[in-house]
């Protein structure tokens, strides 16, 4: 195989030449001369048996072979590079995918926290919307995840439960009103729905007794729970939130609780990473310190049901 392959070195002048377009770059971002780079792409041309690059002056612009193979480089390249990660040493960051609501109400602020001890590892966070909270170990880039599940995440996946997930109705306190709310108000109210599924109502509903009572194809539909939070602060009508995440905008004023009922989902946020992990001792002071630094979602005066 190694006979039918190109040089690696002249793959990767390639690839890093075609980011830019510009062997000038290449040479400073590979420690090499301009020159070199030109060899290495001429080689590659002949190997290959294409053109690359068309050369207008001191102009270059891939070809449509070079743009093809450009992109498979770039993936080739990535790969590799996430592989070899691991090896180069304690210090580097550890890798953590998180669902952008949790972040914004918790996991953002806890990590503030987390950096602040000298002998922790540093955390790159990337917080991003997921629609079910999932993460591919084999092919993204991350060490560990923060997700809200069942917790069951597949084979070779270790988890850690951190906060179980509690459903419960918010509203902005213009909207609380004089008469107390019951099924029949909430039949004619306007709903914020905070994922296009509906599933957030439906649960709190059905934990609550009422899902007969409530015509949930009403209502605005959003992606997250943060929108559907903004959104009540916002006086647009009754949303679900996670009572462990809504705290500081009740005590804030800017939330109230229409029903001081929380319903269990059977869910909960864990902490996921897979068997055998490199960085394996950070991870456990990662977990160790989001379990002691858990939201609090003891709320004075709110009744507590599980989903039927």
């Known amino acids: 195989m190694a006979d039918r392959l190109p040089p690696l070195y002249a793959l990767r002048a390639f690839e890093v030449a075609a980011r830019s377009c510009s062997f000038t770059r290449a040479a400073d971002e590979l420690a090499l001369t301009q020159s070199a780079i030109s060899r290495h792409i001429r080689s590659l041309e002949s190997h ?30 990535t790969l590799i590079e996430q592989a070899c990660q691991p090896f180069r040493g304690a210090r580097r960051q550890l890798r953590l995918k998180a669902p952008s609501t949790l972040t914004m109400h918790w996991l ?7 950096r602040q001890d000298p ?24 060490d560990c995840a923060v997700l809200l599940g069942n917790g069951h995440f597949g084979e070779q996946v270790q988890s ?13 306190p213009s909207l609380l009103g004089q ?4 099924a029949q108000r909430l039949s004619s109210a306007a709903l914020v729905h905070p994922s296009s599924d509906r599933r957030d109502w439906q649960r709190w509903l059905r934990g609550s007794g009422l899902e007969a009572d409530i015509d949930l194809m009403r209502g605005i539909c959003f992606d997250t729970l943060d929108q559907g939070m903004a959104a009540a602060m916002a006086g647009h009508g009754l949303s679900v939130g996670d009572l462990a ?28 990473w897979p068997t055998g992990s490199a ?12 379990l002691s630094h858990c939201p609090d979602a ?3 005066g709110v009744e507590r049901r599980s989903v039927a």
């Open 279 to 290: 960085w394996q001792d950070s991870i456990d002071t990662l977990r160790d310190f989001l």
């Open 298 to 300: 003891d709320l004075p």
């Open 160 to 172: 850690c439960k951190l906060f179980e997930e509690w459903l419960i109705p918010i509203c902005a």
């Open 179 to 182: 008469t107390p709310w019951d």
């Open 245 to 272: 995440l809504i705290g500081a905008h009740l005590r804030d004023g800017r939330l109230a609780l229409p029903f001081p009922r929380a319903v269990a989902t059977g869910d909960a946020y864990y902490l996921v």
């Open 108 to 114: 953002l602020s806890c990590l503030e926290h987390f």
């Open 48 to 77: 290959l048996g294409c053109r690359l690059f068309e050369r207008h002056g001191p102009r270059l612009r891939l070809t449509d072979a070079g743009q093809r193979l450009a992109r498979q480089l770039n993936a080739g390249f």
């Open 119 to 142: 002998q922790h590892v540093a955390v790159q966070l990337a917080s991003v919307w997921m629609d079910q909270d999932a993460v591919d170990f084999s092919s993204e880039p991350y």
